[in-house]
């Protein structure tokens, strides 16, 4: 079954902040996503991250959502991490100039925030083919 999650953010997302995803992937995945949100029942509102994985290319893409308008995606990966039916550890680190993403403690990508002030943010999402184990 397709994973459906949405928890609070305390206080909002700010620097020296974790958040980490540990997770299951499905047999036959073919998407799923991570999400920081400003808004965790309104899907209109602004979006800090969206964070898909594509199994069917073996992409990974990153945008946010500022009034209204979605941004340009980033793609660029060093290698494709994820792995059908294998146990992932994902961390999201906010810093003060971006988020790191940690896959299995290796850096995968950085992506530089483009919602400010950063404690607008106050939710984290995840949906799609994974089976979670902790969010924390």
């Known amino acids: 079954q397709v994973e459906q999650y949405v928890g609070e953010i305390k206080g909002g997302l700010r620097p020296a902040m974790k958040l980490t995803v ?4 499905h047999s036959n995945p073919k998407s799923f996503s991570v999400s920081l949100l ?3 029942v309104d899907a209109n509102k602004d ?4 964070f898909t994985v ?4 073996k992409s990974i893409t ?4 500022i ?7 980033e793609k660029t990966i060093p290698y494709f991490p994820f792995t059908a ?10 810093e003060h100039q971006q988020i790191r993403v940690l896959l299995d403690g290796r850096q995968l990508c950085d992506f530089t925030h483009r919602i400010q002030p950063l404690n607008l ?5 995840i949906t799609g083919d994974i089976k979670l184990t902790k969010v924390a």
Do not use: H, Y
């Not at 594509?54 to 290319?57: E, I, K, T």
């Not at 009034?67 to 995606?73: C, L, P, S």
């Not at 039916?85 to 906010?94: A, N, S, V, Y």
């Open 22 to 25: 540990i997770g299951v992937v």
């Open 38 to 40: 400003c808004d965790p």
């Open 47 to 50: 979006v800090g991250l969206l």
């Open 54 to 57: 594509n199994f069917s290319d």
């Open 62 to 65: 990153r945008n946010a959502r």
């Open 67 to 73: 009034a209204g308008k979605w941004g340009r995606e």
């Open 85 to 94: 039916g294998d146990t992932f550890k994902m961390e999201l680190l906010c």
């Open 121 to 125: 943010v106050k939710a984290l999402q």
